[in-house]
């Protein structure tokens, strides 16, 4: 692994830590090169790290996975599919963004079913282009930081990132909110009043006990929804069809937002 700290000189006080997984040095130095200006013509302060394996990054990131706000990713990398890579990574409990820097568009799809935030041919990839994918990704960023759970229990206020809620749940007046890759925390309240603090373009009631974030949803059955970390949801019968219509309208946003990008 090489590391590398941008000039302490910018704009933004946002600063940026950032990785990239490649295993072709040309186009290492080609990513770098791009990352570099853009960064620094976007006016923030950045730390980069670099892995030639997948193993290298993965063994790098098994104590902390969300260490990077964002990791470019090769696809063809030696030893591993790199849409593979991510994978792991959400099942470890990353909230990193992704960017698939690679040389087809063959994994276009599989690339958002890891939730990537975008998605680069390396052909054909001009420092425009490449600069509006990292704003646009640097944007997502800031707006996670914004989103905010705020709930209160035996006294104590607590605050948690709805990117990191995986799913709710409630038994008994007693709502549990779990987030990160195995954390939990109680509080008493209901889902309606839940719901009501919850953009459900990006959360879903599916059944009358469970509350779901769609971004981490990665099957769904006729009777159950399997998350990210393997989680299995029940999806009640009642919650079905319209599970069914919100969700694919969630995946088309989310493809016509990044490809389009």
């Given at each position: ?170 038994w008994n007046k007693?709502v549990t909110v ?84």
């Amino acid at each position: 692994m090489f590391e590398y700290q941008a000039p302490k000189s910018s704009s933004n006080d946002m600063f940026l830590n950032y990785a990239i997984c490649e295993d072709t040095l040309s186009d290492m130095k080609a990513c770098i090169s791009l990352l570099d200006q853009s960064t620094t013509e976007l006016g923030y302060k950045y730390k980069l790290s670099t892995f030639n394996t997948a193993d290298g990054i993965l063994f790098h990131l098994e104590e902390n996975p969300s260490l990077f706000d964002v990791i470019f990713m090769d696809i063809h990398l030696n030893n591993k599919n790199g849409v593979e890579v991510v994978k792991k990574l959400r099942e470890l409990g990353s909230n990193s963004k992704i960017v698939f820097f690679t040389t087809s568009e063959d994994y276009v799809f599989e690339a958002f079913d890891v939730q990537a935030d975008n998605y680069i041919i390396k052909n054909t990839c001009t420092k425009d282009k490449f600069k509006r994918v990292l704003s646009q990704t640097i944007k997502h960023i800031e707006d996670d930081k914004n989103k905010l759970f705020f709930f209160e229990f035996k006294g104590n206020k607590n605050v948690i990132p709805m990117r990191k809620i995986r799913y709710f749940e409630v038994w008994n007046k007693i709502v549990t909110v779990h987030f990160d890759k195995d954390k939990s925390m109680k509080f008493y309240s209901n889902l309606q009043e839940v719901i009501s603090k919850l953009n459900m373009n990006e959360f879903f009631q599916v059944h009358r006990s469970y509350i779901i974030n769609m971004s981490q949803v990665t099957q769904v059955f006729k009777n159950n929804i399997i998350l990210m970390d393997g989680t299995n949801i029940p999806l009640g019968k009642t919650y079905v069809d319209t599970f069914e219509t919100q969700f694919l309208n969630f995946v088309s946003k989310m493809a016509h937002s990044e490809v389009g990008a």
